[in-house]
């Protein structure tokens, strides 16, 4: 018996999708887990399981100051009881950001890197020296993206199967490309993804996201296509205009989207839309993978609010 929640999709009637005869969904991850929302709680699953197989009682995870992921490895710390160590990117500063205060409040040690050292944080050698320095652990890369979270992604198109869900196409955020890739070996060659870059430049997406589903289940899909022009400006960047498209978003759905990832793969998805790339008659989901956490961030380095309540 599994007692996973029914997917919770929600009409999207935006007069671009009507244009072109295309049926917009929302699927509502964000609420999927009260507090590890969307795809940060699905690519930690197996993760846990693992590091529990393991014997580990520590997690070790790299991330900036603002990390959904770091956010979501302390949190899930609390809740699974491991101790979690953050390898945060950039020097202390004396205020810390929301994020890492929540991270600390949730027990997280946090361990402040220089942003040279910072990118060294795939290299084997160091993070065994991290290791050695920091005590044993279990390490999850930054992003938590790898072939057990690609096997936790993969669930969400099981689920929507189960629930009998009729859909074309699934349309999803990306940083690592780690949640499309689990999407796609969920699908394994059936329908279509799209991603959405949240990075600037991110043609680097397309070797990630093969060699990620290479790794995880031994295959490349073809069956997907990146959008790479939603950056609005690249990672995390302060852009009116889409803060202006998140305002009249929730004013037309009551749905708050987050400014770094999720606001993004909506503007995204309309603008694929727009331009012809579903034929007519085909169901778009768009998987609103959380990120809310994010808003405190933005509010503290911009002053922006998000439109509603997170
Ligand atoms: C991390 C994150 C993503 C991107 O996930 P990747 O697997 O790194 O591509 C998308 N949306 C939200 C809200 C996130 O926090």
């Not at 939603?230 to 749905?255: D, M, N, P, T, W």
Request: proline share 5%; charged share 20%.
């Amino acid at each position: 018996m599994s007692l996973v929640p029914p997917p919770v999709l929600l009409e999207l009637p935006e007069p671009v999708a009507e244009r072109r005869g295309v049926r917009l969904r929302l699927l509502r991850d964000d609420l999927r887990h009260p507090e590890l929302p969307g795809n940060k709680w699905r690519k930690l699953k197996y993760n846990l399981l693992e590091a529990q197989r393991q014997g580990a009682d520590t997690l070790l995870t790299f991330g900036g100051a603002y990390s959904n992921h770091l956010a979501a490895v302390a949190a899930a710390g609390r809740l699974q009881g491991f101790r979690t160590i953050g390898v945060v990117r950039g020097e202390a500063t004396t205020t810390l950001s929301p994020t890492l205060q929540q991270c600390r409040a949730n027990g997280m040690q946090l361990h402040f890197v220089s942003r040279e050292e910072y990118r060294q944080r795939a290299e084997a050698d160091y993070v065994a020296a991290l290791l050695a320095e920091l005590g044993p652990a279990y390490v999850v890369p930054e992003g938590g993206s790898n072939a057990l979270a690609l096997r936790g992604c993969a669930e969400l198109v099981q689920e929507l199967d189960a629930a009998g869900e009729a859909y074309d196409a699934l349309a999803v955020a990306c940083g690592t490309g780690g949640t499309l890739s689990g999407l796609l070996t969920g699908l394994d060659g059936r329908r279509a993804a799209v991603g959405v870059a949240a990075l600037k430049g991110a043609e680097f997406l397309r070797a990630d996201v093969d060699a990620l589903t290479e790794q995880a289940v031994g295959k490349r899909y073809t069956n997907y296509h990146l959008h790479l022009n939603a950056h609005f400006g690249g990672y995390a960047k302060y852009s009116a205009e889409l803060l202006v498209f998140i305002g009249a978003f929730y004013q037309r759905h009551h749905v708050v989207l987050d400014p770094v990832y999720t606001g993004k793969l909506l503007a995204g998805t309309l603008q694929v839309i727009e331009a012809g790339y579903f034929a007519r008659g085909s169901t778009v989901v768009a998987i609103h993978t959380g990120g809310l956490q994010g808003w405190a961030g933005f509010q503290q380095r911009f002053g922006a609010a998000p439109p509603g309540p997170v």
